[in-house]
């Protein structure tokens, strides 16, 4: 499983949204800043809390912890939903009538743990695939299943240019779009797909990338 949601021991003092070095705020006033959110489902934190990744430096402040808008799981829900009747309309037309005595409560119950299965895998691809912006760096965490996932990442230096698009109805409606970031790393392109408030993450990339120019 991915070590990637655990206590952070480092002082989490919140500061500004786009400019991490400035002085801190309450926490009053941190929890009233636009997008911030402690929620743990949440697709969109600012300054999220109790957040952690194994390669976290000492001084390195998480701003962004991105996950692809929920709107994106409506699908294999009611995939879900619709697997979960499926033996019921079986019986109701009298599939299971040719099979020996038991079987059908055997076909049943395995046919409803492959769809708990089915559930929770989309479900954890969901919540472990994830995207971070810090005052350092951009991360995307790639997670495939319980034993391997992959992470990528690039120095704010490194990044060259930043863009979005909302291409549909559905996205312009609930907001929510590709951001492409292009580096000079060695992955030369980090895609944060299908993640809320596009335009808001690329412009906290951009200043980010102007405070780190400012800084050299």
């Known amino acids: 499983m991915p070590d990637i949601f655990v206590s952070d021991p480092v002082d989490k003092t ?19 800043l636009p997008g911030h959110t402690h929620k743990r489902f949440s697709a969109f934190s600012l300054y999220p ?5 194994e390669t976290k ?66 479900f954890l691809s969901w919540y472990f695939n994830v995207y971070f912006v810090t005052s350092l760096r951009v991360i995307d965490v790639d997670f495939y299943n319980l034993i391997y996932k992959e992470v ?10 930043v863009s979005y698009n909302m291409g549909g109805v559905a996205r312009a409606i609930f907001d929510y779009g590709n951001v492409f970031i292009q580096t000079a790393a060695e992955v030369s392109e980090f895609d944060f797909l299908a993640v809320p408030n596009p335009a808001k993450v690329a412009k906290i990339i951009e200043d980010l990338m102007s405070k780190r120019e400012g800084d050299l």
Request: proline share 8%; aromatic share 12%; glycine share 2%.
């Open 14 to 32: 919140p500061q500004d949204p786009v400019l991490p070095e400035q002085d801190p705020k309450t926490e009053a006033q941190k929890s009233s």
């Open 49 to 53: 809390d109790d957040v952690d990744f």
């Open 57 to 122: 430096e000492p001084e390195e402040k998480i701003i962004l912890l991105l996950r692809q808008h929920p709107i994106v799981n409506l699908k294999w829900i009611l995939i879900a939903i619709v697997m979960f009747f499926v033996p019921s309309i079986a019986r109701a037309f009298g599939v299971f009538l040719t099979l020996p005595m038991g079987f059908d409560l055997v076909i049943t119950l395995a046919w409803y743990l492959f769809t708990m299965a089915y559930a929770l895998e989309n």
């Open 152 to 161: 990528s990442d690039a120095n704010i230096s490194k990044i060259q240019d």
